[in-house]
């Protein structure tokens, strides 16, 4: 992500979703999933919602395997434009299983490239809704302050091996996890497959609201630390340490939502940090971009710190048990 506390806002930056073309039947929505006591309650709650909604199956309509934001997207008018104003084309990347399992997985492979345009313009909001209704969450970040920087990202490269920049790490690890998930049976949907794409977080993670059942968000971190962080959203913000009241409320995301999420967070770090020997740093709720424009449960795994050596040469040299320890937690995500 970025560099400091600050950074990381930017980073995961707002996300909503439009509802728009996406089809969730009322009657599976609204039912009501019974706990089952084996295990952890909760844990267990959370792998049962998570399969039920699996049902709520999304139609994404690709076009040879481009996806794009529908026209009536409610968050296009936040969205990040081009110069002239004009809505640049957001779309998305779709991988289809031999056998569909039911499932579709958005991976976001944070960032990309920092010369587009898209990472340094402040046009995108942090928070897609009018700032009136953001009075009771006591943010600054109303009016000019509600602008974001793109997706600008770390641009270094790791201390290890001196190879890779941030968003070439996250795009390696994306490849690799989409090709697992579809060997499970997932469909996927990813935000770039090279370099050069870079659509907004809030493009991002609106077009993972229309296609995708989860959303998980891959980045690597600087800031002389140790270890793997991952986010959920939720109205307290572990990065910048204050808390946001009525802010998952505000943005809408449902209670089930953000319990799944912080489900999807813990799968995804204990999984890594088991797999790869990184320090497990925790999972957070957080205030992001990305968070704010999400309609899905969705998480943020910092996986861990490029300016470390010990964490870096995990980074480099471990994609494949990173990439795989992934693929597990959504498998107990999803109760398989
Ligand atoms: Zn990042």
């Excluded at 971009?289 to 050596?309: K, M, Q």
């Excluded at 870096?312 to 107990?332: E, F, G, H």
Aim: charged letters at 20%.
């Amino acid at each position: 992500m970025k560099k400091n506390k600050m950074y990381h806002l930017v980073c995961g930056i707002l996300i909503i979703s439009v509802a728009a073309s996406i089809s969730v039947s009322a009657g599976t929505a609204k039912r009501k999933v019974k706990p089952v006591t084996r295990y952890n309650t909760a844990e267990t709650a959370a792998a049962t919602q998570a399969a039920t909604q699996a049902q709520e199956k999304k139609t994404a309509v690709a076009q040879n395997g481009v996806y794009h934001l529908s026209e009536n997207s409610k968050y296009r008018p936040y969205l990040w434009k081009n110069a002239d104003g004009s809505a640049p084309d957001y779309k998305a990347y779709v991988f289809e299983p031999k056998v569909f399992n039911g499932h579709t997985v958005f991976v976001d492979p944070g960032h990309g490239d920092n010369s587009a345009p898209e990472a340094n313009q402040k046009r995108e909001k942090y928070y897609p809704v009018d700032d009136s209704l953001l009075k009771s969450m006591k943010t600054s970040m109303v009016g000019a302050k509600a602008y974001g920087v793109g997706v600008e990202a770390r641009d270094s490269k790791n201390v290890y091996d001196k190879i890779e920049t941030e968003p070439e790490f996250s795009l390696k690890v994306a490849l690799k996890l989409k090709d697992l998930l579809i060997n499970n049976g997932y469909r996927v949907v990813m935000s770039r497959t090279d370099f050069n794409q870079n659509i907004s977080n809030g493009a991002r993670s609106a077009i993972a609201g229309e296609t995708s059942d989860i959303m998980v968000s891959i980045h690597s971190n600087t800031g002389k630390n140790s270890g793997t962080l991952s986010f959920y959203p939720g109205d307290s913000d572990y990065i910048s340490g204050s808390t946001y009241p009525g802010y998952t409320n505000i943005m809408g995301l449902t209670k089930s939502n953000v319990e799944l999420s912080k489900k999807l967070a813990e799968n995804m770090e204990s999984n890594i940090t088991m797999t790869t020997g990184l320090k497990n740093k925790g999972t957070h709720s957080a205030v992001l971009r990305i968070f704010s424009y999400s309609s899905i449960p969705t998480c943020l795994v910092e996986v861990g710190f490029a300016d470390n050596a010990t964490d870096a040469k995990i980074l480099s040299t471990k994609k494949d048990a990173i990439a795989t320890s992934m693929a597990n937690a959504i498998d107990q995500y999803f109760n398989k």
